[in-house]
């Protein structure tokens, strides 16, 4: 099956540094989605990539869909305590059955 | 406000029982889906719905069954089949009638199976 490839696997941050976290696949995707998981809690939906190129911002984040519809990126500028979480990206291949594909999520630990 | 209502938040029970997790939403959503996570793993779908009385089976759906009477319902029974029940059991719904209807998530049960 397809499978997402996410980096890193964890993040230990300063408050007030930005942050860089990937996706790739060997498959192509038509939409690229990005999520963020409290402990205990389940996924929220960060950005929503619909097109390939597309660049699209919700406050600090930034997301990216790649070009060759294979890979994202998602960036948080100026790291808070509060966006201690995990990151999860997830790619739809399209077709009348909507079945995401998860990475295995990147762990991001901001130290005050 | 609308959304997505999973209990209970915490589930215990002994191995050998079949135990039924509840999805409740509000949003007017067709599609449902119900996920698993482990620790350091990625959600894993074991069983979805587009529509009522519908649905079909995920990448792991054995030990698992579900139904889909109403449209707002989406209940999951973990059966004594499941080898490795305990886990974070996750639902979630979205609309059918675009591809720009992302998924949208529960908060979630935590099954412990001892």
């Known amino acids: 099956g397809q499978q997402l490839n996410q980096s890193p696997q964890s993040m230990f941050i300063q408050e007030g540094e930005d942050v860089s976290m990937n996706c790739t696949s060997s498959?192509?995707?038509?939409?690229w989605l990005w999520y963020k998981q409290d402990p205990g809690e389940g996924p929220v939906l960060l950005i929503a990539?619909?097109?390939?190129?597309e660049l699209t911002s919700n406050g600090r984040l930034t997301a990216q869909f790649g070009i060759t519809r294979k890979d994202s990126f998602l960036n948080i500028s100026a790291s808070i305590p509060s966006d201690v979480g995990i990151y999860f990206c997830?790619?739809?291949?399209?077709?009348?059955?909507?079945?995401?594909?998860f990475g295995k999520g990147t762990l991001l630990t901001v130290n005050p | 406000d609308g959304g997505i209502t999973q209990s209970p938040k915490y589930l215990f029970r002994k191995e050998g029982q079949n135990v039924t997790l509840s999805c409740e939403q509000n949003?007017?959503?067709?599609?449902m889906y119900w996920y698993r996570q482990d620790p350091g793993q990625g959600l894993r779908l074991i069983y979805y719905?587009?529509?009522?009385?519908?649905?079909q089976k995920g990448d792991i759906a054995e030990g698992y069954s579900v139904s889909r009477e109403k449209k707002e319902s989406f209940p999951l029974t973990v059966t004594s089949a499941q080898k490795n029940p305990t886990a974070f059991y996750l639902c979630?719904?979205?609309?059918?009638?675009?591809?720009?209807?992302?998924?949208?998530f529960g908060n979630g049960t935590r099954l412990t199976v001892t």
């Open positions: 979630a719904s979205r609309r059918r009638d675009g591809g720009d209807s992302p998924l949208h």
């Open positions: 498959s192509i995707f038509n939409t």
């Open positions: 990539l619909y097109k390939a190129g």
């Open positions: 997830a790619g739809d291949s399209g077709g009348s059955n909507y079945k995401l594909t």
């Open positions: 949003l007017n959503h067709d599609a």
């Open positions: 719905s587009q529509i009522v009385n519908d649905f």
